[in-house]
Nanobody, 121 residues
């Protein structure tokens, strides 16, 4: 499975962007999908994820502003980002932990290539 992000770019503070991440193969309800980000000089951090049963988890810094969602028939996960701040500037990575596809298989972790989001003040 490959993950391809889109929707990044430059936006003014207070604006909105929606990131999309499309998987090259079918995703299933048991697959955990999420978004991480890495700002210059900082470690990669979790932004939001969605696990089995639609359980969501958000970083405190984005709660109330960002929303993660997924459309499994389209093999796509989204990150709606509202009220953006300059400190949201980072490369955003799509992340997946895929449940085993066969009895013999294991969980597989996959990363997208990343997409830049720049928020100007």
């Amino acid at each position: 499975v490959q993950l391809v992000e889109s929707g990044g770019g430059l936006v003014q503070a207070g604006g909105s962007l929606r990131l999309s991440c499309e998987a090259s193969n079918r995703i299933f309800r048991g697959d955990a999908m999420g978004w991480y980000r890495q700002a210059p000089g900082k470690q990669r951090e979790l932004v939001a994820d969605m696990g089995r049963g639609g359980r969501t988890n958000y970083a405190d810094s984005v709660k109330g502003r960002f929303t993660i969602s997924r459309d499994d028939p389209k093999n796509t996960v989204y990150l709606q980002m509202n009220s953006l701040k300059p400190e949201d500037t980072a490369v955003y990575y799509c992340h997946a932990v895929l449940e085993p596809r066969t009895i013999e298989a294991s969980y597989v972790e996959v990363w997208g290539q990343g997409i830049l989001v720049t928020v100007s003040s």
